[in-house]
Nanobody, 117 residues
């Protein structure tokens, strides 16, 4: 089982930036495709971005051009740089394996991102 601890969320104004971090357990972190997910109140959890062990990335259309996912395999950490934030980005952000149904994946506490108008 791989476990994750998210950090870096906060309250920012529209147009601002935040960088989220996700620290993962496990000695073979580098082989996994990782995803950042978010869940807004009353809405389904959705995939925001994903990155393979080799660094290939994909983004949801809603964040493309604004968010950048990256990873540091030596530190078992994945990042999400969020720029040009919008109120609709407000959600709890989680990291997990991608797809999230992967047997060794798990959900951590998440980190709250709130974007004010």
């Amino acid at each position: 089982q791989v476990q994750f601890v998210e950090s870096g969320g906060g309250l920012v104004q529209s147009g601002g930036s935040l960088k989220l971090s996700c620290a993962a357990s496990g000695s073979i972190f580098s082989i996994y495709t990782m995803g950042w997910y978010r869940q807004a109140p009353g809405k389904q959890r959705e995939l925001v971005a994903a990155i393979t062990g080799g660094g290939s990335t994909n983004y949801a259309d809603s964040v493309k051009g604004r968010f950048t996912i990256s990873r540091d395999n030596a530190k078992n950490t994945v990042f999400l740089q969020m720029n040009s934030l919008k109120p609709e980005d407000t959600a709890v952000y989680y990291c997990n394996l991608y797809p999230s149904s992967t047997r060794r994946g798990s959900w951590g506490q998440g980190t709250q991102v709130t974007v004010s108008s």
